[in-house]
């Protein structure tokens, strides 16, 4: 696609833009992650896992929401692998798949911190 010639006066030379067009690769599927942690309650059961493993029925309590709702997001957060769980028995148990998110949510807090 060419520029707009009528709005900017000054472009980068063409194998710039074909190299940031490639960067671009690096962040394909990120925004996936970005709409699950959109959701507010996500968010919590996320934060709630990052301080200790627990089941559907401590979340659905924690959260005083329905059990099929938790299922539901804990589905949706498995699918990309946000959390991971265990079985012991008849008892299904989440925890955070690794630390990544957990330092996304981090990053997330000190930044809105800041704005206070």
């Not at 833009?17 to 699950?36: A, C, N, P, R």
């Not at 329905?66 to 990309?80: E, G, N, Q, V, Y």
């Amino acid at each position: 696609m060419e520029p707009n010639r009528d709005l900017c006066d000054s472009f980068c030379p063409s194998g710039e833009t074909e190299e940031l067009k490639k960067k671009l690769l690096e962040v394909v599927g990120l925004s996936e992650i970005f709409k699950v942690l959109g959701d507010e309650t996500r968010t919590k059961i996320l934060y709630l896992l990052a301080h200790q493993e627990l089941c559907v029925c401590d979340l659905a309590s924690i959260l005083e929401l329905s059990l099929p709702a938790i299922s539901h997001h804990l589905r949706l957060m498995k699918a990309l692998r946000l959390v991971k769980y265990r079985r012991e028995g008849k008892m299904v148990y989440y925890s955070l798949d690794d630390e990544h998110i957990l330092n996304l949510i981090r990053e997330a807090q000190a930044h809105f911190a800041e704005g206070r």
